[in-house]
């Protein structure tokens, strides 16, 4: 057996910020040599953020990730970094032609290079191209052919990225024909909820498959719709877990290893053709190896330190904890609330507080985002607004220290009524949408005169079933809650009081406004329940429909109520429209309204009874 000591570093990247990506990355190497680290990996396309989406598109934009590789290589040798192995996530440029793809010399790669004594010694181009959910990765790259292995300190060390886990045969399969000791996984993996419990599954079966130890480490912070948690992973050859890094921060993952020395395990050996062309200068033993998917794999051998290191003592593994699912979830909405409002360039944002649930939480997030003195809360009450709402949004904003403003839309209403009785006057629905548009007209006003950028309110029901107003309670610049349905809005403001209190704290969100009846007090005595099923009754339609695809039949089969089948399906159908004119917002469970569902919006298709 032979020793290292490896270091996983998840950060926070931005796209397209080359040069402070690399920052990021010169930062985190210095500190991973302070604690003896023999070898650091970052995230997937660490260096360009990721997802960079059209941008790979540019070959402008591939030729600044590639010139920032060799630059940042030279610059971690200078600063004293040359003798740790760095494994980072870049964007390339194909050398061959991908034919299998139909695509010629030059086309964009998710890459992960290795970097050595101020030079790139190893490139690895991710081989399975994910092409379902959020990843449109066949749009973009071709996949990579060749399957580095690499000799640091007496261990050999294979480099897969993200989906090469998640597909069987391929890097995987090589990897246990190649006899790595270490499988190093670098990864952009999407947070959604459940889904940490999957990835641990996965790497204790890759583990025992490829019969290596894995490390997997993953990015985190917010990217527009998606956001990162981290929870990056050591697992041994066994499948059991190592180490872990904790959720929803920046982390240095330190663990020390005892692993196979090179040609001591089971090492498996390669055959067939060698195709030179395709073997990086320097490299021994090369092969091709079937990769049990369909494709043969080029296996490169380039040795870094062949001597295993002298022995040294370990440090104790970290393995941290893990959240509660709503602590975790709630965590996850205030990340990529802040990383959203931080990486556009804002520095305070507005709501409007109406004395609802989910003004409430979308507030409360915000001050744990960026601090309540950059949180401007409005309660923009109508003639039909009861009392206890501006009262109750008052009472938030005095606990959470928010800068709070009362504005009565009730004489802007009227102007608007009174002009609108030439064209017929303003009736039901109409009116109700006229007090929306109102307050949305003067929120973006105040974004507009004070830089703020506006947070939407409406959850993921609200959303789902049209129950929202276009350029009213939708206009905005941001949607923290667009993925979170009405009962686990609750749920979220109950344990964020309860985390309070567990602290000493005052509990931030009024119960008043977590036990009233939702409405939306754009009428007399209107309440949700008026035109939606209960919200416990709806939201399981809901998730069954939307994220699980489930049709009429079958959703009545799952033992929901027909003629609340039949009316939530209505509902969602005819509001994709307006969905498509909803502002962005974190993706937090298995499919998401935006680039997670893609539905027309000229469509003759219904889930109709049938005949």
């Known amino acids: 057996m032979a020793q290292l000591r490896i270091a996983l570093a998840q950060v926070d990247t931005t796209v397209g910020d080359l040069a402070g990506n690399a920052d990021l990355v010169s930062t985190w190497t210095k500190r991973a ?36 590789l060799v630059a940042l290589a030279r610059r971690l040798a200078e600063e004293g970094c040359g003798e740790i192995a760095v494994v980072v996530g870049y964007l390339d440029a194909s050398a061959q032609p991908a034919p299998n793809v139909g695509r010629p010399a030059g086309e964009p790669q998710n890459a992960a290079a290795v970097l050595w004594g101020g030079e790139v010694v190893a490139r690895y181009a991710k081989h399975h191209l994910p092409n379902y959910g959020v990843f449109d990765e066949f749009r973009y790259f071709v996949p990579g052919m060749a399957f580095p292995v690499l000799r640091l300190h007496g261990i050999d060390v294979g480099l897969t990225i993200c989906e090469d886990l998640w597909q069987q045969g391929g890097p995987i399969t ?56 981290g929870d990056s992973l050591v697992v041994d050859a066994a499948g059991e877990l190592v180490a872990r890094a904790p959720v929803f921060s920046e982390a240095l993952l330190i663990t020390d290893l005892d692993l196979p020395a090179a040609g ?31 494709t043969t794999m080029t296996v490169t051998r380039t040795v870094l330190a062949a001597e295993p290191l ?79 709402s501006v009262t109750d949004a008052a009472e938030l904003a005095r606990r959470q220290g928010t800068r709070h403003a009362v504005v009565p839309i009730e004489p802007i209403a009227a102007a608007f009524r009174a002009a609108a009785a030439a064209l017929g006057g303003l009736h ?15 929120l973006m006003a105040l974004s507009n005169q004070h830089g703020h950028l506006i947070l939407t309110t409406g959850n993921k029901s609200e ?46 969100i009024p119960e008043e406004i977590i036990v009233k009846a939702p409405s939306a007090e754009l009428a007399p005595g209107q309440l949700d329940s008026d035109r939606l099923p209960d919200y416990g009754i709806l939201d399981p339609v809901l998730d069954d429909y939307v994220s699980h695809d489930r049709g009429r039949a079958e959703l009545i089969a799952a033992g929901h109520d027909p003629a609340v089948v039949d009316k939530v399906i209505r509902l969602v159908d005819l509001a994709e429209y307006k969905r498509r004119q909803n502002p962005p917002g974190p993706k937090v469970t298995s499919k998401a309204f935006g680039r997670d569902r893609r539905l027309p919006i000229t469509s003759r298709w219904r889930e109709n009874p049938p005949a």
């Open 174 to 229: 090589v990897a246990r024909r190649s006899g790595v000791g270490l499988v190093l996984c670098i990864n952009g993996s999407p947070y959604e909820q459940g889904k940490s419990f999957q990835r641990d599954a996965l790497c204790a079966g890759r583990a025992r498959e490829a019969a290596a130890a894995l490390a997997y480490v993953n990015l985190v912070g917010g990217q527009d719709e998606l956001v990162f948690d």
């Open 463 to 508: 959303l789902a079933t049209g129950f929202s107003t276009l350029y009213g309670d939708s206009a905005g610049g941001y949607a923290p809650i667009k993925d979170v349905s009405k009962t686990r809005v609750w749920g979220l403001a109950r344990w964020r009081n309860a985390a309070a209190e567990k602290r000493g704290e005052v509990p931030p």
């Open 33 to 68: 040599v302070a604690d003896g680290a023999h070898l650091i990996a970052f995230g997937e396309l660490t260096l360009t953020g990721y997802p960079p989406e059209d941008l790979v598109l540019r070959r402008s934009f591939v030729a600044a990730s590639q010139r920032a």
């Open 428 to 442: 039901g629905l109409a009116d109700e949408n006229l007090q929306a548009r109102v307050r949305g007209t003067l």
């Open 310 to 388: 002298a022995p040294f003592a370990p440090l104790p593994p970290v393995v941290a904890d893990r959240p509660e699912p709503a602590g975790e979830l709630y965590t996850a909405l205030v990340t990529a609330t802040r990383d959203y409002i931080r990486k556009n360039g804002f520095s305070s944002v507005a709501l409007g507080l109406s004395g609802g649930i989910d003004s409430a939480l979308v507030a409360t997030i915000a001050v744990d985002a960026i601090g309540a003195d950059a949180v401007h809360t409005v309660a923009l009450p109508s003639g039909y607004s009861s009392g206890h």
């Open 264 to 294: 001591s395990g089971p090492a498996r050996a390669v055959s067939g053709a060698v195709d030179a062309g395709a073997v990086d200068a320097g490299a021994v033993d090369a092969g091709a190896v079937d990769a049990e998917d369909g």
